[in-house]
């Protein structure tokens, strides 16, 4: 087991790996950096960008200069597990008994959920890296924005969109998470996999997360049930 403590960075957690600074993220197929990535004797390879998407980039948004971003092709070789009331990141080999059970599917390392967002069952990114959630512009058309904010997307960098607050209904609980709107830049990539919106980091206010992605399953733990 590897234990690493994190950050929270505007939204971002930002894990420190043996003395350097990686964006945990759940929506990129391979880990960005400078130099490859030591993790319990193993050696992973890295790129210097993902989908246009790099360190320089990203490091803009969270408000924090990063060593990397990480990616899938480390995380789908360990259990996953996020820790918000402790502020940890642990890279296991055993999924804890969470209370919660979801199935999810993995299209080239990005976590694909079912989930109802405003009453509507559809397909979503689960996206821990992303400080918003998202959905696509018929979702919200005809709602009023409650204002506008920056984030950044794989492909196209950085951008600003209208912030809507949805209904995310999880098990018997409903949360209101904030929605951005997918850019249209992408629109035909999302709907080539057959995904709808995103499901970013605010989903960590509420839950621990233990995912693993080679046996398809992401457990979730009520914080409110855990004991601080």
């Known amino acids: 087991m590897q234990q690493y403590s994190y950050n929270l960075v505007n939204g971002h957690r930002v894990a420190n790996i043996r003395?350097?600074?990686f964006l945990i993220d759940t929506?990129?197929?391979?880990?960005?950096?400078?130099?490859?990535?030591?993790?319990?004797?193993?050696?992973?390879?890295?790129?210097?960008?993902?989908?246009?998407?790099?360190t320089a980039q990203i490091s803009k948004v969270v408000g924090l200069e990063l060593d990397g971003i990480l990616g899938a092709n480390v995380i789908d070789n360990y259990v996953m597990k996020i820790l918000p009331a402790e502020n940890t990141l642990v890279l296991d080999h055993y999924l804890d008994a969470f209370p919660l059970e979801i199935d999810i599917d993995n299209l080239g390392g990005m976590v694909i959920m079912n989930q109802t967002i405003a009453g509507i069952r559809q397909k979503a990114f689960l996206a821990l890296g992303m400080r918003l959630s998202y959905v696509n512009a018929a979702m919200v058309e005809g709602l009023e924005p409650i204002g506008y904010e920056r984030d950044v997307v794989g492909m196209i960098g950085e951008f600003e969109?209208?912030?809507?607050?949805?209904?995310?209904?999880?098990?018997?609980?409903?949360?209101?998470?904030?929605?951005?709107?997918?850019?249209?830049?992408?629109?035909?990539?999302?709907?080539m996999a057959n995904v709808t919106a995103a499901i970013g980091s605010e989903l960590l206010q509420h839950y621990a997360v233990s995912l693993s992605i080679n046996d398809g399953v992401l457990m979730l733990d009520p914080l409110e049930t855990q004991i601080h």
């Open 27 to 54: 929506s990129m197929p391979f880990t960005v950096a400078d130099r490859p990535m030591l993790i319990g004797g193993d050696r992973f390879e890295v790129a210097p960008e993902v989908m246009g998407l790099n």
């Open 19 to 21: 003395g350097r600074k």
């Open 161 to 191: 969109t209208p912030v809507y607050q949805l209904p995310v209904a999880i098990d018997r609980k409903i949360h209101n998470f904030k929605f951005g709107v997918v850019p249209t830049q992408i629109q035909d990539f999302i709907e």
